[in-house]
């Protein structure tokens, strides 16, 4: 019998064996055959799968996302317009992230403005926004409105 070890498919794939293991408890990677010792032993298509899986990773898919690209890529009844749809949504869910994240960049900012450097760290704003029981009610309506002014 011949092909990849478990090893050997992880350093083709520049993953961890864990990763390739974990890959197979989830469904994303098919139970490989196995030697009479019971060894595992993957094909040619399971290098691909896995390239095919990080790089969809590298793009933001979430690995439920990963499963359901992988089901369209071999269906034979599916049509290009329903990975256009999900990858139109994957745009959406990472335009709101950024839109988040460019919210809590300024939160961040203004934090720091109004933070003088020379007080000791008892005296720290950050620290005390940070600990104040109404800044994550304000950081959550910030998320929702994100012109909304920091108030520290």
Same mark, same amino acid.
């Given at each position: 019998?011949?092909? @990849?070890?478990? &090893?050997?498919?992880?350093?083709?794939? &520049? !993953?961890?064996?864990? %990763?390739?293991?974990? @890959?197979?408890?989830? &469904?994303?990677?098919?139970?490989?055959?196995?030697?009479?010792?019971?060894? $595992?032993?993957?094909?040619?298509?399971?290098?691909?799968?896995?390239?095919?899986?990080? %790089?969809?990773? /590298? /793009?933001?898919?979430? /690995?439920?996302?990963?499963?359901?690209?992988?089901? *369209?890529? =071999?269906?034979?009844?599916?049509?290009?317009?329903? !990975?256009?749809?999900? %990858?139109?949504?994957?745009? $959406?869910?990472?335009?709101?992230? *950024?839109?988040?994240? $460019? %919210?809590?960049?300024?939160?961040?900012?203004?934090?720091?403005?109004?933070?003088?450097?020379?007080?000791?760290?008892?005296?720290?704003?950050?620290?005390? @926004?940070?600990? =104040?029981?109404?800044?994550?009610?304000?950081?959550?309506?910030?998320?929702?409105?994100? =012109?909304?002014?920091?108030?520290?």
């Amino acid at each position: 019998m011949q092909g @990849y070890t478990i &090893g050997a498919l992880a350093s083709a794939c &520049g !993953v961890r064996r864990d %990763t390739i293991r974990y @890959y197979e408890r989830s &469904g994303l990677l098919p139970e490989p055959d196995r030697t009479a010792s019971g060894y $595992r032993i993957y094909g040619r298509d399971d290098v691909e799968r896995v390239n095919f899986i990080k %790089t969809a990773q /590298l /793009l933001g898919f979430t /690995l439920s996302e990963i499963v359901l690209l992988l089901s *369209l890529r =071999h269906s034979q009844a599916k049509s290009a317009a329903e !990975v256009v749809e999900l %990858t139109e949504k994957k745009i $959406r869910s990472l335009s709101d992230k *950024l839109s988040q994240l $460019r %919210t809590i960049k300024r939160a961040l900012a203004q934090l720091v403005a109004d933070c003088p450097v020379d007080v000791p760290v008892s005296d720290c704003p950050i620290l005390g @926004y940070i600990a =104040h029981p109404q800044s994550r009610r304000q950081l959550r309506q910030r998320s929702e409105n994100p =012109h909304q002014q920091v108030a520290g």
